[in-house]
Each structure stands twice: as structure tokens, then as C-alpha cells.
């Protein structure tokens, strides 16, 4: 998400002649979202983004569970406890 949000930055300033920008090549602008490109690839074909999203999940289900838990007054579990 940093590439593309560099790369829109820099498109936007490339477009609007700002600064120095301005005299950069139109691939130094446009490279960021060939970063991008490559980075969201690397992310699925090594897993990263299904481990991502099964920690986000994990970190909801046990939220959940504990809320459950305190609504029916048996408190948290307690590691080492069973």
C-alpha cells in the first residue's frame, strides 16, 4: 500500500509540474507501482497475505470468546489453566 500511495504522490506531482518532480523521467514516477505489482505477487505466492488474514481472524474469534466468557461471568481463561 506505501508503493501505491508513493506512486499516486508522485503522479500527481509529475502531472502538476511540481518541484522537482517536474524533470523526472516518467519511469522513476511510474515505478512505484511496478513495486507494487511485485510486492502484492510476492505476498500471495508466499503465503503472507493468507497468514495476515488468518491472525486478524484469530484475533476476533478469541475477542469474541472472551466476551462471551465475561457475559456469562466466567472470566477470562487463564494460561496454564484448564
Known sequence: M?????????????????????????????SPFALAVVWWTWADW???TKKKAMERENVRKQARLDRQREQLGLGTRKSGRR
Open 2 to 30: 506505501l508503493f501505491l500511495g508513493l506512486g499516486i504522490v508522485l503522479l500527481a506531482l509529475k502531472y502538476l509540474e511540481v518541484g522537482p518532480v517536474a524533470a523526472w523521467s516518467w519511469w522513476i514516477v511510474l
Open 46 to 48: 508466499s503465503g503472507y
